[in-house]
């Protein structure tokens, strides 16, 4: 069941991929390996694809809203077992299996299309018309 609105979910994106990108200074292991590194990379990559998405906080718009939902679960699976996969499971592993879950989460109970067309939106099929 998907209920989660594109608009929240676009919210979400730019507040977690923050935290991704803070979390190992928060935290305490911003040890240089891949403890720290993996979740830097994903919460960017999570940050540039909501930029990309075409939905109601994206700003190029080019990528469709399933696709973008699709890479979140990749990126949450990823994240989730980075610590075993990576071998950092002595040093930290909850936060990325926490986060990675809820990305995995989001992914599959937001729903396909922004629930509004939105003014913005409207004005760039209108400009795309003209030209």
């Not at 989001?106 to 409207?122: D, F, I, K």
């Not at 004005?123 to 795309?128: P, S």
Request: net charge positive; proline share 6%.
């Amino acid at each position: 069941m998907r209920f989660i609105p594109t608009r929240i979910h676009g919210i979400l994106d730019y507040l977690v991929g923050a935290v991704l990108i803070l979390a190992p200074f928060i935290f305490g292991f911003a040890t240089g390996g891949a403890a720290q590194w993996t979740p830097i990379l994903i919460g960017a990559a999570i940050i540039i694809s909501a930029l990309f998405t075409d939905f109601e906080l994206g700003v190029v718009r080019k990528m469709p809203m399933q696709g973008h939902l699709g890479l979140d679960v990749v990126l949450g699976i990823v994240l989730a077992v980075s610590p075993w996969l990576f071998a950092f499971s002595a040093v930290v592993w909850v936060p990325h299996l926490i986060v990675g879950l809820a990305l995995i989460g989001l992914g599959l109970t937001t729903q396909l299309t922004p629930a509004e067309a939105g003014p913005r939106r409207g004005r760039r099929l209108e400009q795309h018309a003209a030209s």
